[in-house]
Nanobody
Framework: QVQLVESGGGLVQAGASLRLFCTAS????????MGWFRQAPGKEREFVAA????????PYADSVKGRFTISRDNAKNTVYLQMNNLKTEDTAVYYC??????????????????WGQGTQVTVSS
């Protein structure tokens, strides 16, 4: 089992930056792929970014490409999501996700093995 706890969300104005944190515990977290999804009100949960256990990132969602960066520190069992130039359409609950293989993070929320509880990000205009 893997437990995921997110933090770092908040209310910011458009154009600002936020950094989300996801701390993992449980099985050898340094061996699993991790990522971020988000869910806006009335919409389905969608993929944002993912990173392999060795720090290789998968292609980002088109909507965040060039603005968001995922990274991880295995020594701290933590994955980060740096979000720059935030837009009102980035408003959502952001969920940390983990899976044995990165492919399970790249095909929608269904195959994800573990979820965090989510952290709210609100971007005002």
């Amino acid at each position: 089992q893997v437990q995921l706890v997110e933090s770092g969300g908040g209310l910011v104005q458009a154009g600002a930056s936020l950094r989300l944190f996801c701390t993992a515990s449980g099985r050898a977290v340094s061996t699993i792929a991790m990522g971020w999804f988000r869910q806006a009100p009335g919409k389905e949960r969608e993929f944002v970014a993912a990173i392999t256990s060795r720090g290789i990132t998968s292609p980002y969602a088109d909507s965040v490409k060039g603005r968001f960066t995922i990274s991880r520190d295995n020594a701290k069992n933590t994955v980060y999501l740096q979000m720059n130039n935030l837009k009102t359409e980035d408003t959502a609950v952001y969920y940390c996700a983990a899976a044995l293989f990165i492919a399970r993070l790249q095909n929608g929320p269904g195959p994800v093995d573990y979820w965090g509880q989510g952290t709210q990000v609100t971007v005002s205009s």
